[in-house]
Nanobody, 128 residues
Framework: VQLVGSGGGLVQAGGSLNLSCATS?????????ITWWRQVPGQEREGVAC????????LYGDWVKGRFTISTDNATTTVYLEMHNLQPEDTAVYYC?????????????????????WGQGTQVTISS
């Protein structure tokens, strides 16, 4: 399995970016999960958005507040993260990661423990 994240860049506050996570060899099956994460240097990696066969709909970090949307293409080989109204505090390296376990629950989607494969990060920088 390989994940390749892309789409980061530099935008002004209030702007938008679309991130992509291209998957190779990942099989969704009945319990596949792909989650976008982000990390600021010196801080813990935090879950941004999750799409999973374990749940009916996507899940988001509480702080997203409707600004981001996670989705897949029809072939489900690419997972997108559409981000709007970006703010300087959204500046981070963004990663996508995959898991294949039915044990992920609504309250545990953002546990690093589950995730087996990570893409390389893509830098998102928001200027004020």
């Amino acid at each position: 399995v390989q994940l390749v994240g892309s789409g980061g860049g530099l935008v002004q506050a209030g702007g938008s970016l679309n991130l992509s996570c291209a998957t190779s060899g990942f099989i969704w099956g009945g319990d596949g999960t792909i989650t976008w994460w982000r990390q600021v240097p010196g801080q813990e990696r935090e879950g941004v958005a999750c799409i999973s066969k374990n749940f009916r709909g996507p899940l988001y970090g509480d702080w997203v507040k409707g600004r981001f949307t996670i989705s897949t293409d029809n072939a489900t080989t690419t997972v997108y993260l559409e981000m709007h109204n970006l703010q300087p505090e959204d500046t981070a390296v963004y990663y996508c990661a995959s898991a294949t376990t039915p044990r992920i629950r609504l309250r545990t989607w953002n546990w690093l423990y589950w995730y087996e494969i990570w893409g390389q990060g893509t830098q998102v920088t928001i200027s004020s």
